[in-house]
């Protein structure tokens, strides 16, 4: 049998169909041809965070029967996979199959697999969406929180509610987060599209901002990015940051939400992590990069150091990053920051 080096190779030579996806940043697919190059260490894994790959592999046999690893795998100083504990875990598996890579897993293969060295668990509203288009790639019905969750999203669980209180708390503590990635995941319904539109005139703010966590993974057409941006702008301080990351997908968008929350002085810890970690497509507005960067500079050192070297390693922005740091424009307070950074780096 030839030699087994990738976790594609491993699928394919099972005779399985597979998937994958990133769990880091955003739940987002990446496709076979990318996941090829990135396992044959031919490209850096485009989304990295913290010196890892999160990545959710579905693969299946018979579509309605999928099984599901979560992987954390760490990255080298370039973005690569480190080859060592990827063989590791591809021989854990091949140690367990023997020779008939076919054969289906057994429960307690299935247990073991799910518990080893390098599996991680998503938080919980990554789950709920991961799940929720994993159901709709493989054909499979939506949970059972999805009719629920579709009702009240439409409006029709606040027919004769009297006051806006009313409309407002109507049932919505019934709803499921799974329910409401479902509905998210299905934003091309038009139906759909209009509830989530409109739903941001009744929905309690945890409903809202469920709805964001959903969001801010999925590509999101124009006229709901548009009613995101606009409750950005409504909402409170302390609420504004479910709104940015619900803008993830949408550059333009971000830009402006960054733009107006350093017009206001509101660049905190937190906005600062949720652009690191949702909404990095906008720093590569070189504006809008200097604006992070000059609020980034204002946070202690440690922060600061911890944010850059994340936001460092996605390979989109590593080039504008690291130029940034010989800026002859740079305030001096950032270049205070840069020096701390080096100073550390040096230790």
């Not at 020779?99 to 509203?125: G, I, V, W, Y």
């Not at 409309?167 to 509905?183: H, M, P, S, T």
């Not at 959903?214 to 409504?234: D, G, I, K, T």
């Not at 333009?252 to 970690?277: E, F, P, V, Y």
Request: charged content about 15%; aromatic content about 8%.
């Amino acid at each position: 049998m030839t030699e087994i080096t990738t976790l594609s190779q491993f699928l394919t030579t099972a005779k399985t169909q597979f998937q994958v996806y990133d769990l880091g940043r955003r739940v987002q697919h990446i496709d076979a041809i990318a996941f090829h190059q990135i396992e044959s260490l031919l490209a850096p894994y485009p989304f990295p965070i913290q010196g890892h790959a999160q990545i959710g592999l579905v693969f299946w046999q018979h579509a309605d029967q999928p099984y599901i690893w979560f992987l954390k795998l760490p990255l080298d100083e370039q973005g690569l996979l480190s080859p060592a504990p990827r063989s590791q875990f591809i021989q854990m598996i091949l140690d367990a199959l023997g020779k008939d890579l076919t054969q289906e897993l057994t429960e307690a293969q299935q247990e073991q697999f799910a518990n080893h060295p390098f599996s991680f668990k998503p938080n919980q509203h990554k789950l709920a969406l991961f799940n929720a288009l994993v159901r709709q790639q493989l054909g499979q019905q939506a949970s059972s929180q999805y009719e629920l969750a579709a009702q009240y999203l439409s409006g029709q669980s606040l027919v004769g509610a009297s006051t806006a209180v009313e409309q407002g708390c109507n049932n919505w503590e019934q709803l499921g987060l799974q329910g409401i990635a479902d509905v998210c995941v299905r934003v091309k319904n038009l139906d759909h599209l209009n509830s989530l539109i409109a739903c941001f005139d009744f929905a309690p703010l945890p409903v809202q901002a469920a709805i964001c966590q959903c969001l801010e993974h999925l590509p999101l057409e124009p006229s709901l990015a548009a009613r995101v941006y606009q409750q950005f702008e409504q909402a409170l301080d302390e609420h504004k940051a479910s709104y940015l990351a619900a803008l993830a997908s949408n550059p333009s968008l971000s830009i402006k939400a960054i733009k107006h929350l350093s017009q206001g002085n509101l660049l905190d810890a937190n906005h600062l992590i949720t652009i690191a970690a949702r909404n990095w497509l906008a720093l590569q507005d070189p504006d809008c990069r200097t604006i992070f960067l000059e609020a980034l500079a204002l946070q202690e050192q440690g922060f600061f150091n911890q944010v850059f070297a994340d936001i460092v390693a996605i390979p989109s922005l590593r080039q504008a990053l690291l130029l940034e740091l010989r800026n002859p424009e740079r305030s001096d307070t950032l270049s205070i920051a840069i020096g701390g950074l080096f100073k550390a780096a040096q230790s």
